[in-house]
């Protein structure tokens, strides 16, 4: 199960660089291509950090689209895996590089395109409680 793995991450993070601090809300950006589970994230990192002596943290999950860009003609779209069928977005979920072999450029039909936006997991934001 990735999602501990990554809330273990992620926790590990915010524990080294913001012990003694008072968070209270958390933002994290997550590609779609990632097939992340986001409630079981959400989960796992809001029991982390209480583990931690985070208490009471707003987590919250930003999804990111994809964005292509095809390395031919230059040209930008974004796709909605859902959009594409069942059969090709159950493979794509499980095999996110398996989006090289079922999608192509709209303008030129070349396969040659790179993934914009719609990989990775990060920290988008952090809210802390300051003290005046």
Not at 93 to 121: L, M, Q, W
């Amino acid at each position: 199960m990735h999602e501990w793995a990554i809330a273990e991450s992620i926790v590990k993070y915010i524990s080294n660089n913001y012990r003694g601090r008072a968070i209270v809300g958390l933002t994290i950006a997550v590609g779609r291509l990632q097939n992340i589970d986001k409630d079981i994230l959400v989960f796992n990192v809001k029991e982390l950090l209480k583990i931690e002596g985070f208490r009471e943290v707003d987590v919250r999950v930003r999804d990111i689209g994809i964005s292509l860009r095809c390395r031919f003609c230059s040209y930008k779209w974004s796709i909605n895996p859902e959009d594409l069928g069942e059969d090709i977005s159950e493979m794509i979920h499980f095999i996110p590089e398996s989006i090289y072999a079922y999608v192509k450029c709209p303008k030129c039909n070349s396969r040659d395109f790179e993934i914009v936006t719609g990989r990775g997991v990060y920290i988008e934001e952090i809210v802390e409680v300051v003290e005046a």
